[in-house]
């Protein structure tokens, strides 16, 4: 039986959903109510959050501009591992939670509450993602999660039970709303929900809304030149910038261009297998150029050990265990592994294709021209050597033909 709560923390948009989860808190429970909002580069619609949650009578109000520790601390540490879920997703929302959920954590602890509340559903995987990292933060505040409480079942009770306690209702969102359930941040922009339910169905051109379509892009390809240290970008086209501004950049770049755009039936943690369509345009030129940087820099078997690795760390992030000692220990690996991911990538932008066209590094290429030239080589390989190498790894497969066993 939870104790009273005397004071709750609510992850806050000003949305429809949060909205009304403000209200039935401060029924239901009888409490005061926090809000915390992140600003993760989501778009707008932060500032009229604050002026929202003032109207229902909320007297604390944090809105966070989070965007550059959510690039440095989360993306980039997860693009270090060339991180995809199941061949195709590149965990936008799902690298988002964790940070969400520490802020509020922290949140909880400076205004002294009891509780963190979230909106997220009870079919979904944010629940979940929510949970454990507030879990593994603090095991000691309650969790509500009104989704699994209340009786409010479709978006008709959500708007009846507004105008039932005169809480607004965002015309220009609510009543022409898109069909759509959205979520974006700077990493991306998902869509689900609507006509995406039948997976047969392809989405209308009107619904993606940061990416030109890849048939309209420009006739004449963008080349781009990305710098690398230790694993991340540091600059762009040779300008030094922030994580958070070269990933606004690869955004515009890889938008103007027709990259990024997905559209996917995942498996989620919840059992059930559900239709996505992301927009990650920035995030599509960072995996592939940083897979570029790494082929000349990285040891063979470190890639190797780094590529059966990623799919256990790529589920791992998508099933909300960012804070889990495992994720930890792996991430350990992967950034030790970046130590020499040093230097620069040229890639060519053309209508929805990303094309590595050279890849450079000073100080830590293992591309050896002299040993892999197909001309003379002054005696910088001794293909005699081979021979050798062949004989032993062609031992054991010897010794079975030999026993007569059959190669089926």
């Known amino acids: 039986m939870m104790a009273k709560i005397n004071k709750v923390v609510l992850a806050y948009s000003g949305g429809l959903d949060t909205s009304v989860i403000l209200k039935w808190l401060q029924e239901t429970y009888a409490c005061e109510v926090v809000t915390y909002t992140a600003d993760l580069g989501q778009g707008g619609e932060v500032e009229p959050a604050r002026l929202k949650a003032a109207s229902m009578g909320?007297?604390?109000?944090?809105?966070?501009?989070?965007?550059?520790?959510?690039?440095?601390?989360?993306?980039?540490?997860?693009?270090?591992?060339?991180?995809?879920?199941?061949?195709?997703?590149?965990?936008?929302?799902?690298?988002?939670?964790?940070?969400?959920?520490?802020?509020?954590?922290?949140?909880?602890?400076?205004?002294?509450?009891?509780?963190?509340?979230?909106?997220?559903?009870?079919?979904?995987?944010?629940?979940?993602?929510?949970?454990?990292?507030?879990?593994?933060?603090?095991?000691?505040?309650?969790?509500?999660?009104?989704w699994r409480e209340w009786d409010l079942s479709s978006r008709e009770s959500l708007i009846s039970f507004c105008e039932k306690h005169q809480i607004q209702v965002d015309q220009r969102h609510e009543g022409e709303r898109s069909p759509y359930s959205m979520d974006a941040n700077m990493l991306h922009i998902s869509y689900e929900g609507g006509i995406l339910e039948n997976p047969g169905i392809e989405p209308e051109d009107s619904m993606w809304l940061w990416s030109i379509a890849p048939e309209q892009a420009p006739d004449e390809p963008t080349y781009v030149e990305l710098t690398f240290h230790a694993g991340d970008v540091v600059a762009v086209d040779g300008e030094k910038l922030s994580p958070s501004a070269v990933l606004a950049s690869l955004n515009k770049l890889g938008g103007e261009n027709g990259v990024g755009r997905v559209d996917i039936v995942e498996n989620r943690y919840v059992g059930m297998k559900a239709r996505g369509c992301y927009e990650t345009p920035g995030g599509t030129i960072l995996l592939k150029a940083h897979r570029a940087m790494e082929s000349v820099t990285l040891d063979r078997e470190l890639a190797h050990l780094k590529e059966e690795l990623m799919p256990r760390y790529a589920k791992l992030i998508y099933n909300g265990y960012w804070w889990s000692p495992e994720r930890q220990a792996l991430q350990r690996l992967i950034d030790y592994s970046q130590l020499h991911v040093n230097g620069k990538v040229f890639l060519k932008l053309f209508k929805g294709n990303v094309i590595?066209?050279?890849?450079?590094?000073?100080?830590?290429?293992?591309?050896?021209?002299?040993?892999?030239?197909?001309?003379?080589?002054?005696?910088?390989?001794?293909?005699?050597?081979?021979?050798?190498?062949?004989?032993?790894?062609?031992?054991?497969?010897?010794?079975?033909?030999?026993?007569?066993?059959?190669?089926?």
């Open 356 to 408: 590595i066209v050279g890849r450079e590094s000073e100080s830590d290429s293992l591309y050896d021209d002299h040993i892999v030239t197909f001309e003379d080589d002054a005696g910088a390989y001794d293909q005699s050597d081979a021979s050798g190498f062949i004989k032993l790894n062609a031992l054991r497969l010897k010794i079975a033909a030999k026993k007569g066993r059959k190669i089926s």
């Open 58 to 146: 909320v007297k604390e109000i944090f809105i966070d501009d989070v965007r550059e520790e959510f690039v440095r601390d989360f993306v980039f540490p997860m693009f270090r591992c060339n991180t995809v879920y199941e061949g195709e997703y590149l965990l936008g929302t799902s690298i988002a939670r964790p940070l969400i959920a520490k802020r509020l954590v922290e949140t909880a602890i400076e205004t002294n509450s009891e509780a963190i509340a979230h909106g997220a559903t009870g079919k979904g995987n944010d629940q979940v993602r929510f949970e454990l990292g507030i879990s593994s933060l603090n095991p000691n505040v309650e969790i509500i999660a009104p």
